[in-house]
């Protein structure tokens, strides 16, 4: 017999969700593996821990790209989460689902099943919110809370006090129905914890019989019978080992991982594969294309004022005092996610739709890149919604993963994320922040033109972390999976992360991630319920022949 049913690979946002689903029944055997390890430390579970994530070796995987030809040749750090949770383990835990129109557009491509109309229930299912907030467009039963920022920071809501004055509208709920405006963004957060997909879904279900979670699993390649998927090659704890399902294999490590796995399994361009010796299973054009993230430039001021978070002699009170502040109080520092403030707002670009997204920091971002940086101040990145430019992943003759983005091939890109920061400008130079004005470190006073904020851009773009779309829905000679979200010319294998975006949504991924697992659920055992009913029938004109 099979070891399980179902193999779910990464317990990130969406394999979460799928884990929590298919073992609700009972009768089906689930197992859950994840690369990463546990999730069980402060850093983790502390909001303000986040900052010390992104480059960790035990919980990140630190990706970089190839050098980025439109970037001065710059190798762009691409962090993925390495825990249980996934990336929903070092976010910054904004819950955001993107605009209506997001969703109706990958209806439009052929998506079927996957227009705002049919996806808003899905979003419904999994949130537990916590504000009152719309119950037409907000669920109140989910496992994932949904919350207001325990303590942000007062300058986070001068932040949104500067937007409007400025033309920019406040807007409480993000996800109510429109997405434009700026205010303090909902946290999935839990006690002042962090509530990551894990331990929203997974703990709370852990010890089913029929659910088993694997950590330190690193997947190799999926084990095939021709076309068919019969289960995994994998290490664990480095040591090599076979799982065998009767179902299927699903696919949930990102949009790096997902294609990376599928590559390696001969599942993918042939030329490529070819290139690279690994026997070709299914010729599928599409796996690791169509990458696409929101591009991110940053603005960074320099501040005297302790109210900003920093370290300073005359903060040091406050810092010493913020662990006794969280434990008691559930308020303080440690309460953070950083990026408290931020909205979406249209530049002179823009059409009905906005194309730039805020996220304020009410502290200073390093103009050096360091983790931490003496001192105080405030930063606002801004960031592309909708790119044009698409990259692609790929493995190279070394069989060595490549992560191309291929930013600003499009030079649309370019022009938005100018435009949105100069409007970023706009809203710092409002004289509610006079009383906390500093030098702009990054770009610098100097850099006004066009031309300029084009070199800023080229010198010191990044990315946001919202990879997604190389392994694409959709109906076209590059769509990697269908709308039921199979790989095409497989069997038993689906994949079911950020990797199916057919086009990247227009806010922060997390969110989508988990609907995107409910809706591989509700496929899966819609599919399944299918299949019982037809055998039924079927037994039923034996005995009745």
Known sequence: MPDYDYLIVGAGSAGCVLANRLSADPAVRVCLLEAGGSDASPRVQTPAGTITLYKSKIFSWNFFSTPQKELNNRRLHTPRGKALGGSSSMNSMIYIRGDASDYDRWAEQGCTGWSWADVLPL???????????NPALHGTLGELLVDRARDPNPLSTLFVKAAARVGIKTNDDFNGGELEGAGIYNLTQKN??????????????????????????????????????????LLKDGQPLTLNCSREVILCAGAIGSPQILLNSGIGPRAELEAAGVPLVCDAPGVGKNLQDHLDGLITVRSASPLTLGFSWGSLGSILASPI??????????????VEAGGFARTPLA?????????????????????FEWGHGYAVHTCVLRPKS????????????????????DMDDAKVLIEGLKLARKVLADSSFDALRGKEMLPGA???????????????????????????????ALSVVTPALQVIGMQGLRVADASIMPTLISGNTNAPCIMIGEKAAQLIQSEGARAAAAASNHNAAVQTA
């Open 351 to 371: 059409e009905a739709l906005p194309d730039v997204q805020f996220h304020f920091v009410p502290g200073y971002r390093s103009h050096r890149g360091r983790l």
């Open 123 to 133: 979003f419904k299912k999994s949130e537990r919110n916590l504000l009152g907030q």
């Open 192 to 233: 002042a914890k962090r509530l990551s997909a894990y331990r929203a879904f997974v703990a709370p279900v852990r010890e089913r019989a029929n659910l088993t979670v694997l950590t330190g699993c690193n997947v190799q390649s999926l084990l095939c019978e021709g076309t068919q998927v019969r289960g995994l090659q």
């Open 325 to 338: 502040k969280y434990l008691l109080q559930k308020k303080g520092w440690l309460t953070t996610n950083y």
């Open 390 to 409: 698409i990259g692609e992943l790929r493995l190279n003759p070394q069989r060595e993963l490549e992560i191309d983005y291929n930013f600003l091939a």
């Open 446 to 476: 100097e850099v006004q033109s066009d031309a300029q904020l084009l070199a800023y851009i080229r010198d010191y773009a990044a990315t946001v972390f919202h990879p997604v779309g190389t392994c694409k829905m959709g109906v076209d």
